[in-house]
């Protein structure tokens, strides 16, 4: 189980099966947060802040190994694959792109944008959707007669 202590720039490991007391286990410079498990319990996953760059990292549960796999503007909430081998996160470049989600293997290579559908822009208070030939359809498929 992890305890982020926003005072602190760390994550803090509880030893729940123990009942033991919180246990600091990263300490580089910056701060840590929205930590998760991998499926098997060999890595942690979380999203690093410090000089202006969002990371996302991994490193054992014991603090040991601390690993930076991506960083940019604003990358944030890592999620592991099932098989443990794959993140996966979104980032926003900022501006009007907007976020989108990405995958990055644990060795820190493979990084590539996951395609998601996007959605068309609100036009005289509904969605209005463009044909080949330009005419324009709401998402029951009546005319978009305004566009």
């Known amino acids: 189980m992890f305890r982020i202590r926003p005072r602190w720039k760390a994550a803090d490991l509880c030893d729940a099966a123990a009942g033991g007391p919180a246990q600091r286990i990263s300490f580089g410079e910056g701060s840590y947060s929205t930590p998760v498990w991998s499926p098997r319990g060999d890595y942690i996953a979380f999203t690093k802040q410090g000089g202006g760059q969002f990371s996302i990292g991994i490193m054992k549960p014991d603090g040991s190994g601390e690993r930076i796999l991506t960083s940019g503007f604003h990358n944030e909430g890592p999620t592991f694959a099932p098989n443990g081998r794959v993140l996966m996160f ?9 976020p989108s989600l990405f995958t990055v293997d644990i060795s820190g290579r493979n990084e590539q944008r996951v395609p ?16 080949i030939d330009g005419s324009g359809h709401d998402a029951t498929g009546k005319p978009c007669l305004a566009c």
């Open 90 to 98: 979104f980032r926003d470049p900022g501006g009007n792109a907007g």
């Open 116 to 131: 998601t559908p996007v959605l068309p822009p609100i036009r005289h208070g509904r969605r209005c959707y463009r044909s």
